[in-house]
T-cell receptor, first 115, second 110 residues
Framework: DTGVSQNPRHKITKRGQNVTFRCDPI?????LYWYRQTLGQGPEFLTY????????KSRLLSDRFSAERPKGSFSTLEIQRTEQGDSAMYLC?????????????FGPGTRLTVT | EDQVTQSPEALRLQEGESSSLNCSYT??????LFWYRQDPGKGPEFLFT???AGEEKEKERLKATLTKKESFLHITAPKPEDSATYLC???????????FGGGTRLMVKP
């Protein structure tokens, strides 16, 4: 069990550019979540996948954000036409639907800075 | 809408000085209440899940308790390595997401 991994760990981009982040969940976990965290705040939910299906999206997730999870394995989060307000830590978490515990395990995050 | 409020926002303790962190919540049907530890620049690390009022869980110097309206994280004889932000989150039984509080930043001085 190597834990949830995220790449890149840091990304600096100019306003208006597109960025893509990758998340590799714990191997047997079929649920995958994306959250966003700004400095001094708790994480905020963005979207949720069960296997390859995107089942829930927050209203925080504007049209510039898109997430995929092809074949129910890794996931990508793309932000188009980045804005300075997109600067945040983007966290990925995974869990296993086959247990009753509902615990979500988080990756190290990708810190995005939009200049 | 689920809401989670944590207090205090920041807490400074001397090594060995026990204290408690509070998490007040409102949720439409609690599936679970979760405590996480987060170190600067890292993702949250899972600590505990509590499912029903009266439940308690312990891990080393930490003990989490749950009532119908709040949860406490008790820290007994803390050490400097316990310094971190502690996050509380709720999971309601209708959805799939966690709703987090703003966290309590704990600083333990030697």
């Amino acid at each position: 069990d190597t834990g949830v991994s995220q790449n890149p760990r840091h990304k600096i981009t100019k306003r208006g550019q597109n960025v893509t982040f990758r998340c590799d969940p714990i191997s047997e976990h079929n649920r995958l979540y994306w959250y966003r965290q700004t400095l001094g705040q708790g994480p905020e939910f963005l979207t949720y996948f069960q296997n390859e299906a995107q089942l829930e999206k927050s209203r925080l997730l504007s049209d510039r954000f898109s997430a995929e999870r092809p074949k129910g394995s890794f996931s990508t989060l793309e932000i188009q036409r980045t804005e300075q307000g997109d600067s945040a830590m983007y966290l990925c978490a995974s869990s296993y639907a086959g247990t009753p515990t509902w615990e979500q395990y988080f990756g190290p995050g990708t810190r995005l800075t939009v200049t | 809408e689920d809401q989670v409020t944590q207090s205090p926002e920041a807490l400074r303790l001397q090594e060995g000085e026990s204290s408690s962190l509070n998490c007040s919540y409102t949720v439409s049907g609690l599936r679970g209440l979760f405590w996480y530890r987060q170190d600067p620049g890292k993702g949250p690390e899972f600590l505990f899940t509590l499912y029903s009022a009266g439940e308690e869980k312990e891990k080393e110097r930490l003990k989490a308790t749950l009532t119908k309206k709040e949860s406490f994280l008790h820290i007994t004889a803390p050490k400097p390595e316990d310094s971190a932000t502690y996050l509380c989150a709720v999971h309601n039984n209708a959805g799939n997401m966690l709703t987090f509080g703003g966290g309590t930043r704990l600083m333990v001085k030697p």
